[in-house]
Each structure stands twice: as structure tokens, then as C-alpha cells.
């Protein structure tokens, strides 16, 4: 048994991707971020009916998750991201949950799936931004 069994930092190189590490993390909300704004673009008439945000909203909210998606796929796809651009993603996410909550009630109105549905993704891009800042700092420990 390895000494890095009972630790969360991968031991092996090609664990890097890894939700636990920079990297990993960055994937992570590139992934499920690109996968949302795929989705908002394909279905934004019936999702936009079904949220209570109207098909432009949902149009313009998908081309921006799938551009953000891309911006931090690049950033994963880096040996090592830059601490600045971590930082960056870990500053945009929370800027978007308290976007999306603030939208919910002062220029949205949303149906009950709408309703449910912005806090449930505003909570999954927190966790990214804590998923994310966690692994920043276990790098940063890890270094010196």
C-alpha cells in the first residue's frame, strides 16, 4: 500500500483529472456547465416555458454557459492552471449564484419548476466554487 492511500490527492498522474484536484474541478464545471448550456440552446423553447423564463432568456443564458464552458475547459486542460484563473472561475461562480437568485426575484418570473430549479443549479455552481477553492488550496499546501 501506497503512503498516499488514505489521502484524496490522487498518488497516480493520470488520476489529474480528478474532482478532488485543480484540474478536476475546472473539468467538472466545464462539463456539466457545457452540457446546461447544450441543452438550454436545444430545448429553449419548452424549458423557457417550463421555468417561466421565456425562450430568448434561455437562448442567451445557454450561449453564455456554453462560452463560460469552453473558457473553463481551456483552463482544465492546462498542466497547471494559473492560480489567478482559478481564482477568476471560483469568483464567477459565485457571482453567479447570486445572480441567478436575484434574477429569480427581481426580473424573472418564474414558474414552480422555476422556482425549484435556479436554486437547485445555483447550488451546483456552488459546489464547483468550493470544489474549486478547496482544491486550490490543497495545491498551494502541497507546494510549500
Not at 473539468?27 to 424549458?47: C, I, K, R
Not at 492552471?81 to 418564474?110: C, H, K, Q, T, Y
Amino acid at each position: 500500500m501506497s503512503a498516499h492511500a488514505n489521502t484524496l490527492t490522487p498518488a497516480r498522474p493520470g488520476s489529474a483529472f480528478s474532482p478532488w484536484t485543480v484540474r478536476g474541478a475546472l473539468a467538472l464545471d466545464a462539463l456539466v456547465t457545457g452540457g446546461n448550456g447544450l441543452a438550454y440552446l436545444a430545448f429553449s423553447g419548452p424549458l423557457g416555458e417550463l421555468l417561466g423564463a421565456g425562450r430568448t432568456t434561455v437562448v442567451d443564458i445557454g450561449l453564455l454557459l456554453l462560452g463560460y464552458a469552453l473558457a473553463v475547459g481551456a483552463l482544465a486542460a492546462r498542466r497547471r492552471p494559473p492560480v489567478f484563473g482559478v481564482r477568476a472561475v471560483i469568483d464567477l461562480n459565485l457571482a453567479w449564484v447570486v445572480l441567478s437568485l436575484v434574477a429569480m426575484e427581481l426580473w424573472l418570473e418564474p414558474t414552480t419548476a422555476g422556482f425549484v430549479w435556479i436554486p437547485a443549479q445555483a447550488g451546483a455552481v456552488a459546489l464547483f466554487a468550493v470544489l474549486q477553492y478547496t482544491a486550490l488550496r490543497r495545491r498551494a499546501r502541497e507546494q510549500g
